[in-house]
């Protein structure tokens, strides 16, 4: 009975979604890991990161992304943002085709510049080759209820998403059986070859 267990159920498909924020206070943050929690919860892989250490390149890799970007100052980037920003607007800055993301912009709209770094993120993305899977939101600072909308809208947008992508196991099934890591078990047991054959009682006892 502990062999003839029927076989588990093919995974149902899921997304690996990138999370990327510019801060200077900490609300994009803050904001930033309340998503990563309801993308766990609906069963994507997530990774968190400030945009301080992303470069165009390593964005290029990225098949799905959300991004919360504050605007500080006269509608500039955070300060861990900046690099980032230049790289990327910088004339050879690679194409983003494979890219698909969404942005949630911060800012304040007692300063003109309202959300311009989220906007002009959003936009440039865009000009690269880069796919909206939800139109940006620009959040005043009071940020809880817009964020509280957007996120349930982006999640169903994904959930939706990952039901158009073949599950996890059927992807790993169409690899070259050579490629395929082998699982031993009861009923696929490793053949090897017999080195020696003794018998583990004494001599003297009547059971073998």
Sequence with gaps: ALFS????????????VSVFFASQSGTAERLAKKMVKALKAEGHGTTVHAVEKLTPAELSKVQTAIFFASTYGDGD???CARMFRDALFAAGAPRLDSLRYTVFCLGDRNYEQFCRFGIELDNRLHDLGATRIHARVESDVDVDEPFGSWNAQVVNRLREMAANSPPIAAVIDTRAASERPQVHTRDNPF??????????THPSSSKQ
């Design 77 to 79: 980037p955070p300060d």
């Design 5 to 16: 267990a029927a076989p588990a159920a093919p995974r149902v498909s899921a997304l690996e």
């Design 191 to 200: 053949a090897a070859e017999l080195a020696d054959k003794r018998l583990l």
